[in-house]
Every structure is written in C-alpha cells, then in structure tokens.
C-alpha cells in the first residue's frame, strides 16, 4: 500500500506538528494544498483541542493527522528544582523573574483518557506519537476510531519496537530534525542517527511504510528520501516563516539570519534533548547541564524568562526551533511550501 493510499492524500507529504509553532491554519493551508497537515496537540487541554479541531474541520475537508507526547510525567523533584533555579540565577535576575512565581506542575501532558474521548468525537484520519505510544488501552481507543497510527523513530530499536506494537506507519526522524527528538527506549544520544543513515535501515527491517523527517526542506531532500526507500517524507522547518505559523517575530528573524546555521541539541528548554538554534542561554549555560528537572519540568522556569526576555526584544531565553536545513525556510503561503517540496517526486 503506498503512504497516500493509506493516509487519504494526494501528496505522501506530511508538515511535521510543530507545539508552540502553529495551530490549525497550517495544516488546513498543508491539508487543502495535498499534502498532510497536522495539529500538535501536546501543549493543549481536552477542551482547546475540541476547540482547534473544530476550526480545521470548517477550513478543510482533507485527512489531517493529530499528534500527542506519549511521554511519562515525572513528580516533582525539589533537589533539581532548587539546581535548576541556583544555575538560572543570573538571568532571573536580570529579567527580574521571582523564583517563587514559577510553577511547579508540568506544562505538557501525555496523550489521556480526556484526549480520547476528544479523538472519538472527532475521528481524524490520522494520529500521531512522539516519544513511543501511549498504554495499550489508550492506543485501541484511538485505533477503535478508524484513525492510521503513526510515530518516530530515531533508531532502527524504535522502529521495530512500533511496529510490533501495531503502528501503520513509522517516521523515521533523523539527528538533523529541529524540536524535540522521539527517542524513547534509550536516552543515549550516540544512538542518534542521521536522517539518511536511518531511513533505509528501517526500510530494509520494516514491513511497514516509512516516512523521512530530518534535514528535508527542498525537492532535492524529498528526491534523495524516496530514492533511499522512503514512501514519504515528513517536513517541519521548511514551514516555519509560513504566514500561517504563530512563531514570534525573534524567532522568525533567527530563522532568517547566518545564526540558523549553528543549531544543536540542548534540554534547557524541556528537559529533553530538542534541536534548536544557538542563543545566549545555551552559550552561557551549556545546551545539556547536569541535574536540572526532567521532561517538561524544566520548561516552567523557562516560561516566564522567556517573555520577560522576548518583552525586551530578545530572544536570549527562547526556543529558537529549528533543524539543520533552514536553507529553504521562506516566507511563503505553505501551499506553495507543498508544492515546491511535491517537484521533489517527480
């Protein structure tokens, strides 16, 4: 079965769901020009979800995919937490941010109960994971629906992990791809491959469609994955600067300027390794310290430095995401972002 087949579209073309980046206006523009738009759903509650699908249901009658974080939530560890706020001292300071104000619960939830009473009202065609799958209860709820499972994979591990566990398709996301990395069964970095190092590894082992992501920002990239084995390829960067993202203007120059040329993994932002743009903060704290709270706890710190900062017209403390190609990040309509990756499959 090929990618479009089974996802509905008529570009095996999926815009990555980029949290914090986008709402449903990328990907009903993504969804009516082709290819496959997502809505990330990991920094949204059951009712703002509710309320997101039904706006892309009134700009688009195309397949969409949804995506979720399948993480773990960790309890609150006070030693960390007094680490993490005694090494942000300096910019909580400056930015005058009172460690007493920052909130102590986690700012991203993993996929519930509450989620899949939302995905049963709605019936997406297409939902995806991040960070392996949820409970096995969790995930027949969603496949109940009739919706095609997705999720990454950034080794081949993963990749025959998921696809035991019963996903349509698996993503095969490359170290070059900017946000968050998917790994889940293993925390060590020098497992991380390389986009094209990875998709055929997992081609050649998987029964199941694989779908490229990672440094495919052009129809040069989109050429190069299908000629690897891939049924699809899967592009987030590339749709930042489109006028339907709600990036901030900071992060909209970053992208634009010769620093988006130096991104690296860092875990200040979450407490997970996710790739992103060099700034102040990781210069001066070093993109992996040792010790601060675990994903997403260490991201309620961030939140408040990060809009004292930005009020000042700076992005010292902000999440620049971004993957290694911004080479083809433009400030274009993303179906015309579509349509120049779809010259790629020719």
């Not at 509450?114 to 995905?119: G, K, N, Q």
């Amino acid at each position: 079965m090929t990618l479009t087949s089974l996802l509905g579209t008529e570009l095996p073309i999926i815009q990555a769901p980029m949290a914090g980046a986008q709402h449903h206006t990328l990907a009903a523009a993504v969804c009516n020009a082709g290819g496959l738009g997502s809505l990330p759903a990991a920094m949204l509650s059951a009712e703002a979800l509710d309320t997101q699908l039904r706006e892309l249901r009134s700009l688009t009658d195309r397949p969409f995919n949804v995506n979720f974080f399948a993480h773990q939530t960790p309890a609150v560890d006070s030693v960390r937490e007094q680490a993490w706020h005694a090494l942000l001292a300096p910019f909580l300071a400056e930015f005058e941010v009172d460690p007493a104000s920052i909130p102590s619960g986690p700012g991203r939830q993993p996929f519930s109960a509450a989620m899949a009473e939302v995905l049963e009202a709605h019936r997406p065609a297409v939902v995806s994971f991040h960070f392996g799958l949820p409970e096995p209860e969790l995930l027949q709820r969603v496949k109940a629906t009739g919706a095609k499972i997705l999720s990454s994979a950034t080794t081949l591990e993963e990749g025959l992990w998921l696809q035991e566990h019963g996903v349509d398709a698996v993503i095969a996301q490359g170290l070059e791809a900017g946000g968050h990395r998917g790994m889940f069964l293993s925390e060590d970095l020098s497992t991380q491959l390389g986009t094209f190092a990875l998709v055929p590894q997992l081609v050649d082992a998987l029964q199941v469609p694989v779908i490229a992501s990672g440094g495919i920002a052009d129809a040069r990239g989109v050429a190069a994955a299908m000629v690897l084995g891939a049924s699809g390829v899967q592009v987030g960067t590339a749709y930042l600067l489109c006028p339907e993202t709600i990036i901030s203007a900071l992060h909209r120059a970053a992208l634009q300027s010769e620093a988006a040329r130096h991104t690296v993994l860092t875990t200040l932002f979450s407490g997970r390794p996710a790739r992103g743009i060099v700034n102040r903060l990781i210069r001066t704290l070093g993109a992996m310290p040792q010790g601060i709270p675990l994903f997403p706890l260490a991201g309620n710190a961030i939140g408040p430095l990060r809009a004292a900062a930005e009020k000042r017209g700076l992005g010292d403390c902000s999440p620049l995401w971004s993957g290694q190609n911004a080479s083809a990040c433009q400030a274009l309509p993303a179906a015309e972002i579509t349509r120049r990756l779809a010259e790629g499959l020719k």
